[in-house]
């Protein structure tokens, strides 16, 4: 074949394929639950495009950020702009609120949104260089209240799915000076050690070594255990702020553990940080995480309000969904099947099945086969539940048999009663 897909890309099949989790109906599925549970929490969807300023995700996300440094898919357009295939959601959501001054309009906002986003990096399970999540950000409430709604919707989520076994981490990398207090902290545990440190965490020693804490590479996480906790540089009221997180979700009973090794790989984050975490996805074990970034949208030139959001991979958690064999409702398919024998029928059928569609009955219609057997294993194929078939006989007596392509069982039906006794069937 002379075109093939791009590398760390896939397609979403409505069927044929081996790999499950690439089927249509799961991923709608999935994405119904999504808009479900986001309006009951009440969040509204936000749209943005998939490309954004370069500046905007270099100011956003952080110069020093995995993203910004290795993984970004960035380009020079036709005007000699530098353009970058958004790699997260949130600073895209920040620029539209800002943009469209929708703090005009209140005082907080529930946001929600899906899409893909782009990485360039490695492709493995549940990562891919173009990737899609569900994403929410509570705009303009700076209570710890907001930051357990936030995990409580997004455990709900999984919940509603059907997931089990999941674990939330939580912390918190308070504020500002309780930051720079741990940045002394932290570079004076870190310095004996400076030499034995990975590549990237070298570089991150002097620009942001709170990022080392997050490094993946074994050496530097077997330097880390003796680290010093974040936690024991609280101020006052980063410290109060993460008591009441804790005190709240014990109110509405979602167990966590407390890692202070957590600070997520965004320059962003203040205060609440959280993961949740599964056994079902090997080394790379977070399905979902998020946290607060009150600064965020100030230093995108906008009002200095709070907000705390969310982002889940939604190929981690349809793998997760396929490994823990979570079972998902029957997916919608064509109640009848028609099926005409010769020119006269295949109007008749026509006819009938735009009927059945204008009155939102599900329906489709066999134009290309000449045998009943093979029309028959189309209907099959496509999951109807049952046909209709139609020849001179059956326009001539102006009855049909009704035929049940699940049991095999059929009767019979006259023809100007079909679409009221389909209807019937719809509604059941």
């Known amino acids: 074949m002379e075109h093939k897909i791009p590398k760390g890309t896939f397609d979403i099949l409505p069927y044929g394929t081996e790999d499950t989790w690439r089927l249509t109906d799961l991923w709608q599925y999935v994405e119904d639950v999504i808009r479900s549970i986001s309006c009951e929490y009440g969040y509204r969807e936000i749209r943005t495009p998939i490309y954004e300023m370069t500046g905007l995700f270099d100011r956003g996300v952080g110069e020093t950020s995995d993203i910004v440094t290795k993984e970004m898919f960035t380009f020079e357009d036709k005007g000699g702009r530098s353009i970058t295939l958004r790699p997260e959601g949130t600073s895209s959501v920040m620029r539209a609120f800002i943009e469209n001054r929708l703090s005009n309009v209140g005082a907080v906002h529930k946001l929600f949104y899906t899409g893909p986003m782009f990485r360039y990096e490695r492709p493995q399970s549940g990562r891919y260089r173009q990737h899609h999540q569900f994403g929410i950000e509570a705009i303009g409430n700076g209570s710890a209240m907001q930051d357990a709604e936030v995990i409580d919707l997004l455990c709900q989520f999984y919940q509603r799915l059907g997931l089990k076994n999941l674990k939330v981490h939580v912390n918190s990398v308070g504020d500002l000076e309780s930051r720079t207090n741990f940045k002394a902290a932290l570079l004076k545990y870190l310095s004996p050690h400076f030499a034995e440190l990975s590549e990237d965490s070298k570089t ?225």
């Open 204 to 428: 991150r020693f002097e620009k942001n070594p709170l990022r080392i804490l997050d490094s993946k590479d074994p050496k530097d996480k077997e330097i880390v255990k003796g680290a010093p906790s974040i936690l024991d540089h609280l101020t006052p009221d980063a410290k109060e702020h993460f008591e009441t997180l804790c005190q709240c979700l014990e109110k509405i009973k979602i167990p966590y553990v407390i890692d202070d090794r957590i600070v997520r790989g965004l320059d962003y984050y203040n205060k609440t940080v959280f993961e949740v975490l599964t056994g079902d996805l090997g080394a790379q074990n977070t399905i979902g995480a998020g946290g607060r970034f009150d600064g965020l949208i100030s230093t995108f030139g906008g009002p200095n309000i709070p907000a705390v959001g969310f982002a889940t991979g939604l190929e981690r958690v349809i793998q997760v969904m396929i490994a823990q064999k979570v079972a998902i409702p029957n997916p919608k398919r064509p109640l009848v099947y028609f099926i005409p024998m010769g020119d006269a029928a295949k109007e008749a059928c026509f006819s009938l099945a735009t009927q059945c569609r204008h009155q939102k009955i599900g329906a489709d219609i066999e134009l290309n086969s000449k045998k009943m057997q093979t029309a028959i294993q189309n209907g099959v194929r496509i999951e109807a539940t049952y046909c209709v078939i139609i020849g001179s006989e059956e326009l001539e007596k102006k009855y049909v048999q009704l035929k049940n392509l699940q049991t095999r069982e059929q009767r019979e039906v006259k023809l100007d009663a079909l679409i009221p006794t389909l209807k019937e069937l719809t509604d059941v």
